[in-house]
Every structure is written in structure tokens, then in C-alpha cells.
Nanobody
Framework: QVQLVESGGGLVQAGGSLRLSCAAS????????MGWFRQAPGKERDFVAT????????YYADSVKGRFTISRDNAKNTVYLQMNSLKPEDTAVYYC????????????WGQGTQVTVSS
């Protein structure tokens, strides 16, 4: 089992920045690819970004490319999502997730952290 706990959400004005953190515990963190997802009210959960086990490969949804940066610190068992130039449409609950094989999906999820961007 892997336990994931997100933090860093909050209320920010459009154009502002936030950094989300996701602390992992349980099994060896560096064995897992990590991802960030988000779910806005009344909408499905959408992919935001992912990073491989070593941190040298990342991939982003088009909607956040150039504004968000995913990174990880395996020594601290933590993955981050730096969010810049935030827009009201970025408002959502943000979830981190862990996967041993992304082709098979993400198997472990955090409880989520709310991000609200005001216009």
C-alpha cells in the first residue's frame, strides 16, 4: 500500500501561483510513477501531469502546459505541482496518484486538495 497526502491548496487570484505537495508513505516511493489529476464541480476527473520514477520524464495536459510544472524529490518521498499563471478554470480538487505501471492506470490516490482561483 501507498498512502498519499496532498497539501498546499487554497484560494488565489487569477494570475497567481500555488505549489501543491503530495507526501507518500508506505512502499518505496521511487518505484512509482506519479501523477496529478483534478476534478471540477460537476465534471469528470481529468489528467493534469505525470512524472516517471526518476523525475527525468514528464508529460502535461495541453490545458496546463507551460504554466504547471511537476517534480519529485525521492529523498523526501514527495511530488510537487508548481502552478503559475492560474486561471479561474483551474479551480478544482487536485489529486495525486501513484502507479507501478501507468499503462495499467493509477492504483493509489490521495484525498485531494481544493484549489480555487478567483477572477
Amino acid at each position: 500500500q501507498v498512502q498519499l497526502v496532498e497539501s498546499g491548496g487554497g484560494l488565489v487570484q487569477a494570475g497567481g501561483s500555488l505549489r501543491l505537495s503530495c507526501a507518500a508513505s508506505g512502499r518505496t516511493f521511487s518505484n512509482y510513477a506519479m501523477g496529478w489529476f483534478r476534478q471540477a464541480p460537476g465534471k469528470e476527473r481529468d489528467f493534469v501531469a505525470t512524472i516517471n520514477w526518476s523525475g527525468d520524464s514528464t508529460y502535461y495536459a495541453d490545458s496546463v502546459k507551460g504554466r504547471f510544472t511537476i517534480s519529485r524529490d525521492n529523498a523526501k518521498n514527495t511530488v510537487y505541482l508548481q502552478m503559475n499563471s492560474l486561471k479561474p478554470e483551474d479551480t478544482a480538487v487536485y489529486y495525486c496518484a501513484a502507479s507501478r505501471d501507468r499503462a495499467r492506470g493509477y492504483h493509489y490516490w490521495g484525498q485531494g486538495t481544493q484549489v480555487t482561483v478567483s477572477s
